[in-house]
């Protein structure tokens, strides 16, 4: 029987890593992998995909390739190298979903690779709603919240106890394989151990502290930075305070939602400031220099002669700060004319003479006619 090339089933090098041997078949396997052949080379896919898999069932073994290296293919002629592998087909659907993790994992078990058994995994990130005001949205500063969350128990250190043994279910491996009959071979599929959840090892005393859960609630009291101009429904990230990581893996991120509560005297619009300011008529037909409010106290304010009422005077730089130092928004302030509805006798008879003079003649021309 001709000699396997095995090297040059997979296109690499004599001397290639476990990554670079890793590499070569997962882009092999996505190639011709029997799923994405064409109609007319479906057995010519089958073939192929047949020879990678056999190739790197014996190079992922570090035993299996000096056997290989020393003897060449045939050490491997009565198949016994390919019934080393297991069933890609389910490899190949992961990865095509996008199951990247399991996939190394699978992968990682087959080149005796020395990740972890159970490989670590990342927290889930956390969504906390928090209510601030529209001051402390302008000034910026920190705010104290509270959570109710999971973490790692320190007595056992997240592992739900102390003392363990190798787990005899799987020989300490983490997982176990069980053959399959297919029409590429017989392929053996490797999953996680059941008995020990791919740790391999099982405890020998529970945790009194976690209950062999590993984990904790705790409540927990965070100093939250808060950025001058943050606006309502913003997002702030703090890294390291999700979920706890499965498996030594790190925690996720907490994201503290912010809801601005309404002011009673300003109503904001992206940066800039509004609000609405009373004058008398008085006030709006001779004018007057007024205080108004702003986020950082007073300030005074030009009202021209013949004002009318809704008119909008901006004060520039008096709104909110923007995000990172980006300058400030404006204050937009409204003055609404106040009619009085009593006047002393004195006041009406000012009026009176006020209403015997008429407006500019082409206005009054325009709508009397």
Known sequence: MADKEYYKTLGVEKNATKEEIKKAFKKLALKYHPDRAPDDKKKEYEEKFKEINEAVSVLGDEKKRQQYDQFGGTAFSGGEGFQQGFDYSDVMSQFRSGMFGDFDDIFDQLFGGSRARTRARRGADLLYETEITLEESFSGGSKTISLNKLERCEKCGGKGANNFESCRHCQGSGYLKRTQRTPFGLFQQT???????????????????????????????????????????????????????????????????????????????????????????????LGDEIEIPTMEGKAKLTIPPGTQTETVFRMRGKGMPGLHGSGSGDQMVKVHVIVPTKLSKKQKELIADLHEEKPQKGLWEKFFG
């Open 191 to 285: 999953g996680p151990c059941p008995y020990c959840h791919g740790r391999g090892e099982l405890p020998q005393d529970s945790c009194k502290n976690c209950s062999g859960e590993g984990l904790v609630r705790r409540k927990k009291e965070l100093e939250i930075s808060i950025p001058k101009g943050v606006q309502d429904g913003m997002r702030l990230r703090i890294p390291g305070e999700g979920e706890v990581g499965e498996h030594d893996g790190p925690s996720g991120d907490l994201y503290l939602q912010v809801r601005i509560t309404a002011n009673d005297i300003f109503e904001r619009k992206e940066n800039d400031l509004h609000l609405t300011i009373p004058i008398s008529f008085s006030q709006a037909v």
